[in-house]
Nanobody, 123 residues
């Protein structure tokens, strides 16, 4: 019943910025823990960032200081602001929702997933 739709992916030069959005239906974001994951070609899916109901945040070391996760409960949407992008950030990015309480870095602990959006960073 819960659907997540990502948008905002595209092509950007190294050092540039991009903002990803995830719109949710069927469940309000105010009652969900949200996360962003990414998967590069030939790589395993990895955790990028998460945000709790109380807006506490968690980041992977590789993006700390460059990426910011946020939520807008009124619009039932959450975001990933990506600054100082690097070629190694190139991947398909997925948003995910967790219905249980508490932040998690583990994809298996998230219940719903979007279809993914491609981010490509050129050098």
């Amino acid at each position: 019943q819960v659907q997540l739709i990502e948008s905002g992916g595209g092509l950007v030069q190294a050092g540039g910025s991009l903002r990803l959005s995830c719109a949710a239906s069927g469940r309000t974001l105010s009652s969900s823990i949200m996360g962003w994951f990414r998967q590069a070609p030939g790589k395993e899916r990895e955790f990028v960032a998460g945000i709790s109901i109380g807006s506490s945040t968690l980041y992977a070391d590789s993006v700390k200081g460059r990426f910011t996760i946020s939520r807008d409960n009124a619009k039932n949407t959450f975001y990933l602001q990506m600054n100082s992008l690097k070629p190694e950030d190139t991947a398909v990015y997925y948003c995910a929702a967790r219905t249980r309480f508490g932040l998690s870095r583990t994809g298996n602990e998230y219940d719903y997933w979007g279809q993914g959006t491609q981010v490509t960073v050129s050098s």
